[in-house]
């Protein structure tokens, strides 16, 4: 591990990217810089291992609940999926008024993956890095909420769902009608109402994608700078122990807020989506 507070800090903050060097070669960078170089011709790939792998744990932990789903006395894990379902349909339907299989099975899928997503942040930030390290990987970051690219990757898909169901339920002349007649009914006010309906359309993947991003950089901030006083002497081990305990009780809530909070969003952008303006 890095020896200097700011290599400390820099190398937590890092991704494990592939890409392409500044050489013209391709291969994983190493630091902060030859990440930064490779701008977009680069994939972070513990960011995809890990979103991916959790995707692939909540599938199977649902299917296992389903599989063993019993009429009789139910066990943990059958439990706790049906208080999620029952939790995310009645949120569904009470946000959501229109027909549409596709919106509750979303939301609770959203719900999952980032709540698991989030869950990664209460590992210690040292013990997978150091382990990683011990294998030969320089980096390794476990918690994809905190990299922007999954973040509005998933909000960017939201995104193109309201879209879609904009313009299938409104129809194409319906939805530009609804980006130019509003709020004002002029055809004169129509270039002032494009420029308006258009930034809070495009603030809606921006809400979605940046909020959980930036609730959950800084939660993984606070607790390097916790993990810091580890090595500062034994007042501040003692310290930092209380911290870390303190603030891993309360960020239980913020990652639990936070992925409900992406969910609703979701339902909410979408019932737009489907509103006909009758008038």
């Not at 994939?43 to 649902?62: C, E, K, P, R, Y």
């Not at 709540?115 to 890095?129: A, E, G, Q, S």
Request: aromatic content about 14%; charged content about 10%.
């Amino acid at each position: 591990m890095a020896g200097t507070t700011e290599e400390y800090i820099e190398h937590h903050l890092t991704n494990l990217a592939y890409g392409q060097l500044p050489d013209g070669s391709w291969g994983f960078a190493h630091t902060a810089e030859e990440l930064a170089q490779m701008g977009f011709m680069s994939i972070n790939v513990d960011s995809m291992a890990w979103s991916i792998g959790l995707g692939l744990v909540f599938t199977f932990l649902f299917r296992r609940a389903a599989t063993t789903a019993t009429a009789g006395v139910p066990g943990g894990l059958q439990n706790a999926v049906e208080m999620v379902m029952e939790f995310i349909d009645d949120t569904t339907q009470s946000i959501f008024e229109y027909k549409n299989d596709l919106i509750a099975p979303l939301a609770m899928t959203i719900f999952v993956w980032v709540f698991l997503m989030n869950l990664m942040d209460l590992i210690p930030v040292d013990w997978i890095p150091m382990l990683a390290q011990a294998l030969g990987v320089s980096h390794m970051k476990i918690v994809p909420s905190t990299d922007p690219n999954i973040t509005m990757a998933m909000a960017l898909t939201v995104f193109g769902l309201v879209l879609y169901y904009s313009i299938k339920c409104k129809g194409l002349l319906g939805f530009l009608k609804e980006l130019t007649m509003h709020p004002f009914p002029s055809v004169w006010a129509m270039p002032v109402n494009f420029v308006l309906e258009f930034v809070t359309l495009i603030a809606k993947p921006l809400s979605l994608g940046l909020r959980l991003f930036g609730n959950m950089y800084a939660g993984e901030m606070i607790f390097i700078l916790i993990a810091l006083m580890f090595g500062a002497g034994a007042v501040f081990f003692v310290f930092g122990g209380v911290l870390q305990w303190a603030w891993a009780v309360f960020h239980v809530l913020i990652i639990t807020l936070q992925a409900f909070i992406f969910a609703v969003l979701t339902i909410v952008y979408l019932a737009q989506a489907h509103e006909v303006d009758e008038h």
